[in-house]
């Protein structure tokens, strides 16, 4: 059933007597079947939320009559909860492999703004009101935040990066594959360290561009052209010197990491989050369990691997077909260590890697490696909204808050698959068509 809205058509006449800056702030009523306020709590049953100048004002039991001038949105039918976050995102892109470097040669950063909107919209739509962009050099996603805080175009709310850090020739190291003459043109972003004073500059250059977060590899990556492996590939005094001048700056830092001794890096340098985390031992997994650092699984990424390979077994590089291979057979291993240890989850995709749009694909797959569809729920709610440091903004519904709210047919706890599947979408108090 499409939702009800019901327009104060009674208005008119008053909005034309008085001046418009007179006239009190638009206010929404939201009938909810089931309302999920808040993920890790009981459901309320039905529910009559009032939403007023992009945030949720109030809460009550059952459905509250409707003031005059009100607008109704009629969500008798459906199961509501909190918008959902992905806490690791490439929104200018979903092109994987060969056909990725080649859109890094070929777009401008004009061209990767646009590709940034459309994917922005197809998260949004898919339920996802708020992302954390992990890397993006050419500036497309910090300018597409900055349009959608400013209400230009519609999106969802992005925490970004600017451009990811690693060590020259490390996995962020945007030359590797190109030809020796080539190599400095794509190394242009000045997102490459070496030392600790130059890894304490590359932050600061991050922060004057506007990064919210900073993200740096602390080892070697799947995707990236270089046969040197997936351990560690940074020294451990310049990762501290990233971690403490972005804390210094008051940002947070978001660590890719693979290899055991590369994420135990991460977590002794004070991360707030590792990205992936495929390798463990038994030393890594204990430094986990005693640390506040959250885990971001990132496990939708075999769902693009696979769909490539099926459509094009070129689609890749030899030396990096072979690094995927071992990633779509080890992928969901770690999630399966650490849910039993009490470590802090939260949901990320690496959409982009996967197919932007299709970001609830996680839920099922955190489902299948150990986590309870509460738990799964609560990593894309309460603990992404916590790790964003955005816990008093969203995350759950509830008077003060913005008003970020989706709706699905049936509840997600029982069955987490119906996420794939959104009903209603609003962002800051605006309806998503």
Known sequence: ??????????????????????????????????????????????????????????????????????????????????????????????AGGIAGQLEEMTLSPAAQAFNAEVNGMKTLR???????????????????????????????????????????????DGSLGYRDELRPFFAGAGNTCNGADDCRRAVRLQIGRGADVIKFASTGGVNSRIGAGLGKQMFDDEARAIVETAHLFGKKVAVHAHGADGIRLAIEAGADSVEHGTILDDATIAAWAKSKTYYVPTL??????????????????????????????????????????????????????????RNADEFELMVEHGMTPVEALKAATVNAADLLGLADKIGSIAPGKSADIIAVASDPVADVRVLKTIDFVMARGEVVD
Do not use: C
Request: charged share 20%.
């Open 300 to 357: 939708s990424t075999v769902n693009g691997y696979k769909e490539r390979l099926a459509a094009n077994a070129a689609a890749y590089e030899p030396d990096v077909l072979a690094k995927i291979q071992w990633r779509i057979g080890i992928t969901g291993q770690s999630l399966e260590k650490l849910v039993p240890r009490g470590v802090r989850i939260a949901f990320g995709t690496d959409a982009g890697v996967s197919k932007h749009g």
């Open 126 to 172: 898919a339920g996802f009101t708020t992302v954390r962009n992990l890397g993006d050099g050419d500036g497309a996603t910090l300018a597409l935040r900055d349009a959608i805080a400013a209400g230009k175009v519609q999106g969802p709310r992005i925490v970004d990066a600017g451009a990811s850090i690693s060590g020259s020739a490390g996995h962020m």
């Open 1 to 94: 059933m499409k939702p009800l809205y019901v327009f104060p058509f009674a208005l008119f006449g008053a909005a034309f007597a008085a001046p418009l800056a007179a006239q009190a702030p638009a206010r929404t009523v939201i009938h909810a079947g089931q309302l999920l306020a808040e993920p890790g709590k009981s459901a309320r049953g039905a529910s009559t939320i009032i939403v007023e100048g992009g945030k949720i004002l109030s809460i009550a039991d059952g459905f509250q009559p409707v003031a005059p001038g009100a607008t109704l949105i009629d969500l008798r039918d459906k199961y509501v909860l909190p918008g959902l976050i992905d806490s690791h995102v490439h929104l200018t892109s979903d």
